[in-house]
């Protein structure tokens, strides 16, 4: 039976997604074939391997032993691969696509070089929107997409890569917190209409009883350089201070050095994740498992 990773993959999947849901849309297959591969294990072993709770999936005494072996394996086949990759030697430029978000302040240059290592080839970054990033995977013009909006298509695998938060920031000092009655205090930078962080914001917004049509906008940009770029040059205002809302992570070194101030909601967190992307015809390419497996790794955080 270990012959068969497949099924072992998506017991792996299952094991930590703490989900079957969850594990289909990592895979790529639908639920039914997930629950009919976990079935076939364990009539294979004769052995319940899963118990399905209210709040999610634990895996049996079984499963936990069965877990231990496959993740053995799983290494073993991680380590013959970057072998095999030795061997192949194919002369290739990897196509990793990113949003503005990512792309700018979260995927730094040192990544770019040591994920080139890791395939023994080199990497050109593209960086764009989420709609086309997607586009662009389909049309076999990227390899790997790293977006902050699942814009869903059914031909392609999303991979849940890490929470990212957005808050509110100004080149003033604001308040820890802010409550909704003095979010129309402020200027804003808005990000333009069609937007999927303007409609995330704006959804928030509204489940919050705020209305955006009552801010002060000064105006709309496209991505969040731009956001980051006219806030920060703006003249600094006390009295009134211009605002927008944006990744921590695009304002982190900003913050660090006193250049830019942040600011929360009062009890709200304004979350989103970031997504790992790619083809389904690409699922078992020993170059795109190789790079997905190194950036969900955290290998380009050391």
Request: glycine fraction near 4%.
């Amino acid at each position: 039976m270990l012959k068969d990773f497949v099924k072992m993959e998506t017991f792996l999947a299952v094991a930590r997604e703490r989900s079957f849901s969850k594990a289909s849309a990592k895979l790529g297959i639908s639920q039914p074939a997930v629950t009919q591969q976990i079935k076939y294990i364990e009539n294979y072993l004769e052995a319940k391997i899963i118990d399905r709770k209210k709040n999610g999936i634990k895996l049996t005494p079984e499963g936990e032993e069965l877990y231990k072996v496959v993740t053995q394996l799983e290494k073993s086949i991680f380590s013959l691969e970057k072998d095999v990759l030795k061997i192949i030697k194919k002369e290739m430029t990897f196509r990793l696509a990113a949003s503005y978000t990512i792309g700018s302040y979260v995927i730094p240059g040192k990544c770019l070089n040591s994920i080139g290592k890791s395939i023994g080839n080199d990497i050109a970054l593209t960086i764009d929107t989420s709609d086309n990033i997607v586009k662009g995977l389909k049309e076999r013009k990227f390899d790997v997409g790293l977006i902050e909006s699942p814009v869903m298509d059914h031909d392609l695998i999303y991979r849940e890569w890490f929470d990212d938060e957005l808050v509110l920031f100004s080149n003033v000092k604001l308040p820890k917190t802010v409550n909704t009655e003095e979010l129309y205090d402020y200027k804003w930078i808005c990000r333009e209409e069609g937007s999927h962080t303007r409609k995330l914001i704006s959804e928030v917004f509204g489940e919050l009883g705020v209305s955006c049509k009552s801010f002060d906008v000064l105006s709309e940009v496209s991505n969040s350089t731009a956001a980051l770029q006219s806030v920060k040059r703006a003249t600094k205002n006390e009295a009134k201070p211009i605002v927008s809302m944006i990744s921590k992570y695009a304002i982190a070194e900003e913050v660090a050095r006193g250049a830019l101030f942040e600011s929360r909601i009062y009890g709200y967190t304004m979350s989103r994740k970031f997504y790992i992307v790619y083809s389904k015809e690409n699922k078992n390419n020993v170059f795109v498992d190789n790079v997905v497996n190194y950036i969900i790794a955290g290998k380009c955080d050391s």
